[in-house]
């Protein structure tokens, strides 16, 4: 067996640094908690479309009133010494854990939002994550459902979470947690940020209206 030099082997670890450096960065994320983001990118939804308030969906309505305490205001209670780059990696840890508890089924008949489920819808997926991510001290102003049409024009729906003060979606079509503009998903409708009940309609900035 061809035996390595000493030298050579602190070259690969040097050389297995650069590239974690180079993935972080092109995450957008660093390892101390800090976001790094080009200032030209939108990092958050709010910079790149325009909001406008519209009727709670009915979906929603009878989720909130079956599932108390699901949308009232929660504030903060994540351990302050976590850093950005630990709060991702929850993320994904729920992520991952809920696409694979819940099997994909479509309802029947009306449409039915619900948690604590073992097989269920998108909605189902994206309310689980949010339920499990509360229940692990985040906020509620950190955690929204976006409804979004995919690459495919299928109806979809997503859970929007604030990590870093960068806005990521958690997806059941896949185990990766993108950045919000890089999924292909056209937004249509997102939960308020404020008050966990209301919703909003979403518009590219500058878009008529018809």
Not at 75 to 97: C, G, I, K, L
Request: aromatic content about 8%.
């Amino acid at each position: 067996m061809w035996k390595q030099s000493s030298g050579f082997f602190s070259f690969l670890a040097a050389l297995k640094v650069a590239l974690a450096a180079i993935v972080l960065g092109i995450s957008g994320m660093t390892g101390s908690g800090g976001g790094v983001q080009a200032a030209t990118e939108p990092s958050v939804i709010e910079r790149a479309v325009s909001l406008t308030p519209r009727r709670p969906l009915l979906a929603h309505i009878r989720f909130c009133l079956v599932y108390e305490g699901q949308c009232d205001i929660r504030s903060d209670r994540r351990d302050p010494s976590m850093s950005v780059q630990d709060h991702r990696n929850e993320a994904m840890r729920v992520n991952f854990r809920v696409n694979r508890a819940i099997r994909p089924k479509p309802d029947e008949g009306f449409d039915s939002w619900d948690i604590n489920v073992t097989e269920g819808d998108c909605e189902d997926y994206a309310l689980q994550k949010r339920a499990d991510l509360i229940a692990l001290g985040w906020p509620t102003d950190h955690l929204r459902i976006a409804i979004v049409r995919t690459a495919q024009k299928e109806p979809h729906a997503v859970l929007l979470v604030r990590i870093g003060g960068v806005d990521y979606v958690l997806d059941n079509l896949t185990p990766d947690v993108l950045r919000w503009d890089r999924t292909g998903h056209h937004y249509l409708m997102l939960q308020d940020r404020d008050d966990p009940r209301a919703w909003h309609d979403i518009a590219p900035h500058g878009a008529g209206t018809s």
